[in-house]
C-alpha cells in the first residue's frame, strides 16, 4: 500500500518517468536473465572443454564412443550495459544531489 500512495502522490510526468525507468530496468533484468542462463553457447573448435564424459555405445557391429562435452554455468554482462547502467546512476545521484542542495537554500 506504501507504494501505491507513492506512486499516486508523484505528478503525471513523474509517473511517466517511473513507469519508463521499471520497464527499462525490467528489460535489462531479463536480457541478463536470457543472455546468461537460456541462451545456448555455440562451441568453437578452440575452446577447452571443462568436463568430458565418454559414453560407450554398444551396438551389434561394433563400439562407438560418443563424446559429451558441458561447461559450467558462466555470467556474461556486457560492458556496455555496464557503463549505461554506472551512467544512470551517476547521473540521478548527481540530480538527487542538486535538488537536496536547492531545498537547503
Given amino acids: 500500500m506504501k507504494l501505491y500512495n507513492y506512486?499516486?502522490?508523484?505528478?503525471?510526468g513523474q509517473r511517466i518517468r517511473?513507469?519508463?525507468?521499471?520497464?527499462?530496468?525490467?528489460?535489462?533484468?531479463?536480457?541478463?536473465?536470457?543472455?546468461?542462463?537460456?541462451?545456448?553457447?555455440?562451441?568453437?573448435p578452440n575452446q577447452a572443454t571443462s568436463q568430458t564424459e565418454i559414453i560407450e555405445v554398444t551396438t551389434s557391429e561394433a563400439t562407438a564412443e560418443v563424446t559429451q562435452t558441458t561447461e559450467p554455468l558462466s555470467f556474461h554482462i556486457s560492458i556496455i550495459d555496464v557503463g549505461i547502467l554506472v551512467a544512470v546512476v551517476t547521473a540521478y545521484t548527481i540530480h538527487k544531489l542538486?535538488?537536496?542542495?536547492?531545498?537547503?537554500?
Wanted: with cysteine; charged share 35%; hydrophobic share 45%.
Fill in 7 to 12: 506512486f499516486i502522490s508523484k505528478s503525471i
Fill in 18 to 44: 517511473l513507469i519508463i525507468a521499471f520497464v527499462a530496468l525490467l528489460t535489462f533484468c531479463f536480457f541478463i536473465i536470457k543472455g546468461n542462463i537460456f541462451d545456448k553457447k555455440t562451441d568453437t
Fill in 98 to 105: 542538486r535538488e537536496r542542495k536547492r531545498e537547503r537554500r
